[in-house]
């Protein structure tokens, strides 16, 4: 019985390990500046955690096979170098693993998190609610009107709550359902909740950032592909969190252009 | 002795018919009685109404050749203004009142919007709440606080069978919305007694009204209310009509 | 010495009347029992709803046969809807997190074995302790309560985040009466769990019978000894979050409600709240929740291995040690909840290292466990065959942690379903296995009769095979960045994830059927069991040298025992058996088990 | 194995642990750590008891005040009031009753080891301390009503919200405090008063007291 356990859990940890080295199911491919920064750290920690994983259980299984079952008349032996060879071990393995990781890892945060937007990174408004996200282009002017709250109307499709009446700088903004950005033009996103708690995750951009109530946020990524990608909600917004979704168009600065008049005409 | 029994008997018995008739003969008449109709007009040009960008959702978007737009304002060619609920809010006689169609009202999702986009009805009046859409709906009617009517939030997944409700008291309007689609927009009129919902080319009738003075009033989302006085005559249908102003 | 137990003893003389016995027993054997019983009650609820979930998402508007018996509303014509979906998640995830990962291991067996393998006849305050099981039922009672009422119990999740949890009604379903039920119930819970930490904590430290000193304490006592303290601390801060919860929720204040905030077209009325202080205070208590649920575990399968190895660990004390040094760490680490939630990225980079640091004691317990099999003579039996999954589990649940510890990873990896599978086999089907290991290994002790081996070792290959079936793929779901929390897969790059959802599904139903064969292993071999041996396992510390198996009311017959040697001497030579039990006076050189 | 059970059940004969730890075939094991002679004079499990569940409450209460300077540094729309001034009575009338139940405490002590004084006078210094914090709890409620009258309610500020359910809480643990002197009370009058209970009922007094100290002054700079 004990041998069956040991051929078991070895089975099982090379199995599982299979789909990962088979690449079987990957995130969408990524789209932006900083991503492969994320992505070699995940390839790099895959590979550590994989040899511990497939260390650990292996050795596991190794014992069980050699010592279940053994004759009555056998004499217990120690783990050679014994219980401080092993945290020795453990301290110099994983404190190493650890060190590498949590550096490289700074890295590729600081890149995200760190670094201000540049000058010329084009602002966009996001703005959060059940269940979808709504998104703003401050128009010619290159200003945001003020928000009001109170006149916030998804009936009227007053979406952002300005009063284009007396806000001069609200006249002009552009208010879309669908994202869009021009490749290789970096976007500076402030993002506010109007209701509770979302998140902006884009898995082809390589982005997460919740929307926190009362809270300005800001974002900055670039796109270097053109194409369509998905925006979805990953905090717990209520019943249509799943349904929590937007859909993000990476385009020419030319075809961005057209976009944004064909927008401003449907104001 | 016991003839006195018996003329008591067939006394309770006389009024107890005598009573059934005259009920019965007050939904006689009623449905005898002669009917308000008339038009609706909106002076001025309507303003624009947006089209939705149902992108967030594909298989809404799907069903839109043309991109819907809001109906917060609706009219017709010929200057009609649809959506608008006329109602009698003075002089209806209770019996009159308490009048509730049997027809229930039919509250269809389809198209990721709501049809109708405003919905007379009357206080106890069966609404039926249907789902057409290939995706889930949730419905979320937001009565007045206190108000008498309590509010709901349910939803219906694809496929899912219609439900029944209704509303307990009158109430001038419950918006309705979804808030899984948040341009799901609409309302629910409750009032007691003959309503009417003017359509494109703004005609609305009211049935059922016996002869008296009332005040109609007619109720718009986006342009208020506006009443006037109104007689009905035994036979003859009383005509009315109303004009908003675009602002 | 002489004085506690003996006003123990005074406090309370063995019962005769079914209610104090059975009932409102002082005796922490029958309480530890009933916590088991809940913690056995809660499980299948929570089991069920886990099917129902699984079922809607291998097949989204499948209708559920008499589903709308459960609840018109949310199962309309049998078809599950977004709102009851979340709201059977949040249950499950509730009831499994504090009615069994919380009661089962610490609670149940804490409650029955600490007391004896201390060599006390019971706990301090039997009154306190019979309390602290009632209470904890009336949170659970509570908590259950609301599925019968208003539209239901709350959606939002386990982690109730403001202000989806403070907002009332207007932001959902369930929101209303079901909201403030929720946080009742953890609220009374929380008091419940502190009225048994108190007890764990004194028993441990006070109710020590001669020469058992702190390091003669079995693994298993040191884990719950551990466990408590952090009991301790963690309940005692959830406590008055769940009431500013609540205040916030009936009576209109704003400790995590913000300003402006706009739900169905309504401007809401609190103002200037903050989220972030919500997700602080449940962290502060939820991390070091996580190694309530394991901790115990850790001590279980420690304390069956050596028993089945015929050898101590390596080393007692570094175990110890590691499981200190989880308890601490695990406050220190909780920030890592919140690496995306708009916390200052310098905090997170500061939470990320010493959970990255955290890795380190796990390691070691993993390392001293496997090399203490080395030159061991394993016995494989039930319980240490669910011994040795739970560490096999361990590993695979651990190592996924170095993904989460890291910031940058996690902007990826973050509320999809690969967190999901990291803390299911850390901390729910470790620990169950844990509780596995411990039950049929002490049940020959609690009931004095013997399990079925035979239907126990079907029970663990398929649990075991299963489990894997079942959490190895939320990892591979987590990398292709499905997001958890979700009813349907409606984005177009999870809909070609839908297969691989399903084969966790049918996993999911089958390895939940099989745990019927456990149900019936233990309610038969309960009544018709073999009869069992006083020490069946041959194992040394103190809970076997009772007179009789269930001990006596006093535990030990009235005898005091007196320790004599380290908990673990296995593998002695020269003596009669290979062992020598922890109040044998016998002299022997060999401790095993070095400084 | 059996054996190993029998034997020492019959030397364990309650009462002789001093000889059997001192003496004979276990003695050289027993005090393997030279920890016995602490184990024998261990005070009763209640006075660790007490300690553990002052911890709790400290965490509590800790929770409370770092949620306190979270929430105040969170947003600008923390509103100071002046403190009710019942609070200073208060908080003088919460001393006296620690100073009190500290001289019945005294009392007690030199009755029973029949020294000066009796256990009447004790019981005399109890009731008054017991009497001293109903007016304490009496006066927390008077505050209450005197921020009413400013205009702060529960939910009018986060400070107010904040000053409530501190001094709530606080108010709730020192009826549990009376609670415990009822019990002492009982117990002396039925001279069944151990030395220890009264120790442990002060000690939680006393904490409760210390407790306020601190609670007040953070109310003090907070509001």
Not at chain 1, 153 to 180: C, R, Y
Not at chain 3, 242 to 267: E, K, M, P, R, Y
Not at chain 3, 314 to 326: D, E, F, K
């Amino acid at each position: 019985m004990g041998k069956i356990l040991a051929v078991t859990i070895i089975l099982i940890a090379i199995l599982s390990a299979v789909p990962i080295v088979m690449h079987t199911w990957v995130a969408p491919a990524d789209v932006s500046v900083h991503g492969h920064l994320i992505d070699e750290q995940m390839a790099e920690t895959m590979v550590e955690a994989g040899i511990a994983f497939l260390a650990g259980q292996i050795l596991l299984g190794l014992f069980i096979w050699k010592f279940s079952d053994v004759k009555p008349g056998a004499r217990i032996k120690n783990f050679p170098g014994g219980a401080m060879g092993l945290v020795i071990g453990a301290f110099l393995l994983v404190g190493t693993e650890v060190l590498a990781l949590g550096v490289f890892g700074v890295k590729a945060w600081s890149e995200v998190y760190f670094q201000p937007p540049a000058a010329n990174a084009m602002p966009i408004q996001v703005q959060a609610g059940q269940f979808a996200f709504y998104f703003r282009y401050p128009g010619p002017d290159g200003k945001f009107g003020p928000i009001h709250p109170e006149l916030i109307n998804e009936g009227t499709q007053n979406l952002f709550g300005l009063d284009q009446d007396h806000d001069p700088a609200s006249k002009d903004d552009i208010v879309t359902a669908e994202m869009a950005i021009p490749v290789n033009h970096e976007i500076h996103l402030l993002m506010h909740t109007k209701d509770l708690g979302h998140s902006f995750y884009v898995p082809a951009l390589r982005v997460q950032q919740d929307f926190v109530p009362g809270l300005d946020v800001s974002l900055h990524f670039t796109a270097t592909k053109t194409g369509k990608y998905e925006i979805v909600c990953t905090q717990l917004c209520g019943l249509g969190h799943y349904n929590m979704k937007a859909y993000l168009e990476v385009m020419s600065e030319a075809d961005f252009a057209s976009w944004l008049k064909q927008q401003a005409t449907n104001q | 002795m016991k003839s006195l029994y018996k003329s008591a008997a067939i006394l309770a018995v006389l009024v107890v018919v005598a009573l059934g008739l005259l009920s019965t003969g007050v939904h006689v008449n009623a449905a005898a009685e002669g009917k308000v109709s008339g038009t609706i007009k909106l002076e001025g040009t309507a303003p624009h109404m947006r089209p939705i960008d149902m992108s967030k959702d594909p298989t809404c978007a799907k069903q839109h050749p043309t991109p819907a737009r809001l109906e917060n304002v609706v009219t017709g060619p010929s200057g009609g203004l649809a959506n608008v609920v006329v109602y009698i809010s003075q002089g209806l006689p209770a019996s009159a009142a308490a009048i509730v169609p049997s027809k229930p009202i039919v509250w269809d999702q389809k198209g990721c919007m709501y049809q109708p986009h405003v919905a007379g009805m009357d206080v106890g009046q069966q609404l039926q709440v249907v789902n057409s859409d290939p995706t889930t709906h949730n419905i979320h009617p937001l009565p007045q606080m206190g108000g008498g009517n309590i509010g709901w939030n349910k939803s219906q997944p694809q496929g899912s069978p219609p439900f029944n409700t209704s509303w307990k008291s009158e109430e001038v309007a419950i918006p309705v919305k979804c808030n899984i689609h948040p341009w799901m927009h609409g309302y629910m009129v409750v009032v007691k007694g003959p309503y009417g919902v003017s359509d494109t080319s703004g005609s609305f009738t009211l049935d059922n009204v016996p002869p008296g003075t009332y005040t109609l009033t007619a109720w718009h989302e986006t342009y208020g209310t506006q009443t006037q006085k109104v007689t009905v005559a035994a036979g003859k249908p009383a005509t009315a009509s109303f004009t908003f102003k675009a602002k | 010495m002489h004085d506690a137990p003996a006003h123990v003893v005074h406090q309370h003389a063995a019962p005769t009347s079914f209610i104090r016995k059975y009932v409102f027993s002082l005796d922490h054997k029958v309480i530890g029992k009933q916590y088991y019983a809940l913690a056995l009650i809660a499980v299948l609820t929570g089991m069920v709803l886990s099917w129902l979930m699984r079922l809607h998402l291998g097949w989204v508007n499948l209708k559920i046969p008499g589903l709308h018996l459960l609840s018109a509303s949310g199962a309309p014509g049998d078809v599950m809807t977004p709102e009851y979906y979340l709201q059977l998640m949040t249950m499950h995830g509730t009831i499994m997190v504090f009615f069994v990962l919380t009661t089962a291991p610490f609670a149940a067996f804490g409650n029955y074995f600490l007391p004896i393998q201390v060599g006390a006849e019971d706990m301090p305050f039997p009154r306190f302790n019979m309390m602290s099981f009632w209470v904890t039922f009336t949170a659970f009672l509570v908590l259950i309560s609301s599925f019968f009422v208003g539209d239901g119990p709350t959606l939002a999740g386990w982690t109730q985040y403001a202000p989806l949890s403070a907002v009332g009604a207007a932001a959902g379903p369930g929101q209303g009466v079901g909201e403030v039920l929720w946080a009742s119930a953890i609220a009374i819970f929380c008091v419940g769990q502190l009225l048994g930490s108190l007890n764990f904590i004194t028993t441990t430290l006070d109710m020590r019978t001669k020469g058992m000193s702190l390091w003669r304490l079995p693994l298993s006592a040191w884990a719950w000894f551990i466990t408590s303290v952090m009991g301790l601390t963690a309940f005692a801060v959830l406590m008055p979050a769940c009431i500013l919860l609540i205040l916030d929720h009936v009576a209109g204040t704003s400790f995590f409600v913000a300003s402006n905030l706009v739900l169905n077209d309504q401007l809401q009325p609190h103002s200037g709240g903050s989220t972030l202080l919500w997700q602080h205070l449940f962290w502060f208590f939820g991390h070091p929740e996580v190694y309530i649920a394991i901790v115990p575990g850790m001590g279980v399968v420690s304390h069956v291995l050596i028993a089945n190895m015929r050898r101590p660990m390596l080393s007692h004390r570094v175990i110890v040690y590691s499981m200190g040094a989880l308890a601490v760490l695990s406050y220190m680490v909780y920030g890592h909840h919140m690496f995306v939630s708009g916390m200052n990225p310098f905090s997170s980079l500061a939470f990320s290292f010493p959970t990255l640091i955290i890795t380190i004691p796990s390691t070691i317990l993993v390392l001293i466990w496997i090399g203490s099999l080395y030159g061991s003579k394993l016995r494989i039996n039930a319980a240490s065959l669910f011994a040795l999954g739970f560490i096999s589990l361990f590993i695979s649940g651990g190592v996924s942690g170095f993904f989460l510890a890291q910031p940058s990873i996690d902007i990826m990896l973050h509320a999809t379903y690969f967190v999901v599978g990291h803390f299911h086999l850390v901390m729910a089907v470790a620990a169950i296995f844990g509780i596995f290991a411990g039950t049929y290994f002490w049940f020959p002790k609690v009931t004095g009769r013997m399990m079925n081996e035979t239907l126990g070792r079907i029970h663990f290959w398929l649990t075991f095979v299963g489990a894997y079936c079942i959490f190895m793929p939320f990892h591979y779901l987590g990398i292709a960045g499905n997001v958890r929390r979700y009813q349907a897969f409606v984005d177009d790059y999870l809909v070609g994830l839908i297969p691989l959802h399903r084969f966790i599904t049918v996993a999911a139903l089958i390895t939940g059927v099989v745990q019927f064969i456990f149900l019936y292993n233990l309610i038969h071999s309960g009544f018709r069991g073999e009869k069992a041996p006083l020490n069946p396992w041959q194992a040394t510390s103190l809970e076997w040298s009772t007179p009789s198996s269930p001990p006596p009311f006093d535990n030990f017959g009235g005898r005091h025992v007196v320790v004599y040697h380290d908990p673990y001497q296995y593998g002695i030579e020269g003596a009669t058996d290979d062992y020598v039990m922890q109040d044998s006076p016998a002299q022997i050189q060999s401790v095993r088990d070095e400084k | 194995m059996a054996t190993t059970v029998d034997k020492p059940a019959d030397l364990e004969q309650r009462g002789d642990h001093l000889r059997r730890a001192s003496s004979g075939n276990g003695g050289g094991l027993v005090p393997a750590e030279g920890r016995l002679p602490s184990v024998e004079d261990r005070s009763p499990a209640a006075s660790t008891g007490i300690w553990v569940g002052l911890t709790a409450i400290s965490m509590t209460f800790a929770a409370l005040t770092s949620a306190l300077v979270v929430r105040q540094g969170a947003s600008t729309d923390w509103q100071r009031f002046t403190l009710p001034s019942v609070l200073y009575f208060d908080t003088c009338i919460l001393l006296a009753s620690s100073i009190t139940l500290e001289l019945s405490r005294r009392r007690f002590a030199s009755a029973l080891g029949g020294l000066r004084g009796s256990v009447a006078g004790a019981a005399s210094w109890l009731y008054l301390t017991f009497v001293l914090g109903m007016v304490f709890v009496a006066g927390q409620y008077v505050a209450w009503l005197q921020l009413r009258h400013q205009g702060m309610y529960l939910a009018t500020n986060p400070s107010s919200s904040f000053f409530y359910v501190i001094t709530a809480a606080h108010a709730l643990h020192v009826l549990g405090g009376l609670g415990g002197l009822v019990l002492v009370v009982y117990r002396m009058s039925k001279s069944t008063l151990r030395r220890s209970t009264l120790d442990i009922a002060s000690r939680y007094w006393h904490f409760m007291d210390v407790l306020w100290i601190y609670l007040f002054l953070l109310l003090w700079f907070k509001m």
